[in-house]
């Protein structure tokens, strides 16, 4: 049997999910990276996020063009919808787009910075923290690993990814190792 989709199309709710991951994530998102993320199993229509970007430009995000994009980061009534009214879109979606969110944006930042190990994470609910490590392969340049790490809290998530980002090398080694047994 097959799982209905869930689908956002109240434009009010796809301005607090795109505040949700924006706040979640930590940093701006592109216009690009957003339609990227939210059209993940057609979680939100195109148009429905056009239009949300519309209405919330000014008010829950502030859009600054660089380097010939759009970027949107949440003003200060953005990071309130987040907190507030996140939990009013479907729990399912915002794990799902989260996930997107951490899989496009250390995918997009490794391509700018040139490295090789992207690691981002986020606080949920429940305090407990989900960190995304991206580590692409020096010689490909394809992705090696994505792993998704769960930590008790966020001072145990700061340790792991400044522990990961001190010592990329040997910590890649050790996946390496691990996996090639």
């Known amino acids: 049997m097959e799982v209905p989709r869930i ?23 592109s216009k690009n990276q957003l339609i990227e993320i939210t059209s993940l199993e057609d979680a939100v229509n195109y148009f429905g996020l056009m239009k949300a970007l519309d209405k919330a430009k000014g008010h829950l ?45 250390t995918r997009d930042a490794m391509k700018k910075k040139g490295s090789m190990i992207a690691v981002r994470y986020i606080e949920n609910s429940d305090k407990t923290c989900t960190i995304g490590v991206r580590i692409m392969d020096e010689e490909t340049t394809k992705q090696k690993y994505f792993l998704e790490i769960t930590a008790e809290n966020s001072e145990k998530a700061d340790h792991i990814k400044n522990k990961i980002k001190t010592a990329p090398k040997d910590f890649v080694k050790y996946l390496d190792d691990y996996f090639n047994e």
């Open 7 to 29: 689908r956002v199309e109240n434009i009010d709710d796809i301005c607090v999910l795109i505040c949700h991951l924006i706040y979640s994530l930590g940093c701006p998102l």
């Open 61 to 105: 995000l502030k859009a600054v063009v660089t380097d010939n994009e759009t970027v949107y980061s949440n003003t200060e009534f953005g990071v309130k919808a987040a907190r507030e009214l996140g939990s009013n879109v479907p729990l399912s979606v915002r794990d799902k787009m989260f996930k997107e969110a951490i899989r496009v944006y």
